[in-house]
């Protein structure tokens, strides 16, 4: 009988290493996943930082657990304008026939009219012309994704900070990031909200990078519960300081990044005991004819169909007996709209312009359409009005703060301006020891008040961030 234990034994083994295989091939995604992780920390001509080479190889470890090819094998660290152009080229070649294109950045970012721009460890421009040659647009990555045909495409940037050639010339040049419109099965995802400035960590690690990492490893997280969990968690981990901002078009399908949620078995029916006679449920007497009126006449009708009914159901009441009572409540004449505000704000009062009565607040509460009656309306900032919000019967008004105003930045050495319009004089805010953050203001000409002097003519521009050095 020893040739049957042998036997016996091998199958054993052939048996676990087939479910193995199984096993191993199940928690491997379908699709092909390609990567470029790139962390930019050494510069040479502006301020160091500490954390991005650490945050893209957290990435890229993580990412590679998740079954993603990198580009280049590894992180890509420190890389100056050639090379950077050479890794974004490289990417552009391994994307075709791939299911999911994932590109991520740490590192020195910066707008300049609008249009992001990641900074090479060697650039050193001293002129707004020198930003194309020296810099990389993220439109570029962007463009390598679009032609290369991938289903999903993720563009993921810890690139939110100061800018750093603040007083070298480049006065268009803001500090955080532009909002980008994302194309067709893209999703963009900023460290920070648009025009913010996120916070690059003290202890090694960015805290967007952190949270990306940990959401990424999360099996059961679709991709907008991935960066939605990342978001939360950032934003706890910063006191609300600092939140994550998403940008996506339709995206078709589902993704995972550490597998989807487990299926739960279908529930079988309960057996019967061996032995024991399996229930039998009564048929239910058929449903009396819709014309039969009292229970006396429904027995009589059930019995004719040779049924038992073991009690009579309770008379129904006769329609002429039924009771009906109508209230109708009018909506104000004209009928109604709604109004949706949109844009790096966090409150915004909803007011009815002839009589002043407060229609809703727009804050971290509500982020919703504010339904109104049909008139005119004005948004309340803290700061400021914006008047002559015209709401027309049925219509979603949707107001993109973004269009109408601005910021202006004073340094935190200057501990007392008064921002000034220069047209009526109103005084829009106070740059002291209790505000430390920009002011947003509508756009237009203003005058900065020092306690000795003043600056007359300073214009901001819809979306921009004016800095005063």
């Not at 500490?50 to 990198?70: M, R, S, V, W, Y």
């Not at 304008?81 to 910066?110: C, I, S, W």
């Not at 727009?362 to 709401?391: A, H, R």
């Amino acid at each position: 009988m020893r040739w049957y234990h042998n036997i016996t034994v091998v199958l054993s083994v052939v048996a676990v290493a087939v479910l193995l295989l199984v096993r191993t091939a199940s928690t491997q995604p379908a699709e092909r996943r390609v990567a470029l992780v790139i962390g930019n920390g050494q510069y040479q001509h502006v301020p160091r930082l500490a954390n991005p080479t650490h945050d893209a190889q957290l990435i890229a470890e993580t990412l590679t657990g998740a079954g993603f090819t990198l580009v280049g094998g590894k992180a890509q660290l420190d890389l100056d304008k050639m090379a950077f152009d050479r890794m974004v080229q490289e990417f552009g070649n391994t994307m075709p026939g791939a299911e999911v294109a994932l590109f991520y950045y740490a590192g020195h970012g910066l707008q300049v009219r609008g249009t992001n721009y990641l900074v090479p460890v060697r650039a050193n421009p001293t002129k707004e012309a020198d930003v194309d040659f020296q810099l990389v647009q993220t439109d570029l990555v962007l463009r390598q994704m679009e032609l290369a045909g991938t289903r999903l495409n993720l563009l993921i940037l810890d690139a939110c900070r100061n800018n750093p050639f603040a007083g070298r010339g480049l006065r268009a040049a803001a500090g955080g990031l532009a909002q980008m419109q994302a194309p067709e099965g893209t999703l963009i995802s900023y460290a920070t909200q648009p025009g913010n400035v996120a916070q690059d960590g003290t202890d090694g690690h960015s805290p967007y990078s952190k949270a990306l990492a940990s959401a990424f490893r999360k099996p059961g997280l679709d991709l907008f519960a991935v960066f939605n969990e990342t978001g939360l968690e950032v934003k706890k981990r910063t006191g609300g300081a600092q939140q994550p901002w998403v940008s996506s078009s339709p995206i078709a399908g589902q993704f995972y990044f550490a597998g989807a949620p487990a299926q739960r078995p279908p529930t079988a029916p309960a057996e019967t005991p061996q032995g024991s006679a399996p229930s039998v449920t009564s048929p239910q007497p058929p449903s009396p004819p819709p014309d039969v009126a009292n229970a006396e006449e429904r027995g009589k009708a059930v019995a004719q169909d040779k049924q038992e009914v073991a009690q009579p159901s309770p008379p129904q009441a006769k329609a002429s007996e039924t009771t009906t009572t109508q209230k109708v409540i009018k909506l104000p004449q004209g009928g109604l709209g709604t109004i949706a505000v949109q844009g790096t704000i966090d409150h915004v009062d909803i007011l009815d312009q002839q009589t002043g009565k407060e229609m809703g607040t727009w804050n971290v509460i509500i982020k919703k359409p504010v339904q109104v009656p049909v008139g005119t309306f004005k948004l309340k900032f803290p700061n400021f009005e914006v008047k002559g919000i015209e709401v027309a019967r049925g219509e979603n008004k949707v107001i993109d703060v973004d269009t109408l105003v601005g910021w202006i930045s004073i340094p935190k050495s200057l501990d007392h301006v008064d921002i000034l319009d220069q047209q009526t004089g109103k005084e829009m805010g106070t740059w002291n020891v209790i505000i430390k953050k920009p002011v947003q203001v509508p756009v237009g000409t203003y005058r900065l008040k020092f306690p000795n002097f003043t600056v007359d003519n300073v214009v901001v521009e819809a979306g921009q961030k004016v800095a005063i050095e």
